[in-house]
């Protein structure tokens, strides 16, 4: 079992910049590939952004390619991701997600989730 928590939601305004965090607990952590996920009211569930366990490969929808970037620290078992420039339309609930296996943009494939966090961004 792996337990994630997610911090670090919030309101900002357009243009503003925020870092989510994702830390796991439970089996250990640089097994698992990680995935950012939004979903916004109304709306699926939308992938984000997937890093692979060794962190060397990462993956973006085309919406935040060059303002969002996946991180994580395996020392610290946590994924961050850090959002800049970001736009009305990025709000929503953010979930991280732990996955063991490589990475993968489909939200069915990964095996634990976080309660998610919020992020607003006002125009």
């Known amino acids: 079992q792996v337990q994630l928590v997610e911090s670090g939601g919030g309101l900002v305004q357009a243009g503003g910049s925020l870092r989510l965090s994702c830390a796991a607990s439970?089996?250990?952590?640089?097994?698992?590939?990680m995935g950012w996920f939004r979903q916004a009211p109304g709306k699926e569930r939308e992938f984000v952004a997937t890093?692979?366990?060794?962190?060397?490969?990462?993956y973006y929808v085309d919406s935040v390619k060059g303002r969002f970037t996946i991180s994580r620290d395996n020392a610290k078992n946590t994924v961050y991701l850090q959002m800049n420039s970001l736009k009305p339309e990025d709000t929503a609930v953010y979930y991280c997600?732990?996955?063991?296996?490589?990475?993968?943009?489909?939200?069915?494939?990964?095996?634990?989730w976080g309660q998610g966090t919020q992020v607003t961004v006002s125009s």
């Open positions: 439970g089996r250990t952590f640089n097994s698992y590939a």
């Open positions: 890093i692979s366990r060794s962190g060397r490969i990462t």
């Open positions: 997600a732990a996955r063991d296996g490589a990475t993968t943009m489909g939200p069915n494939e990964y095996d634990y």
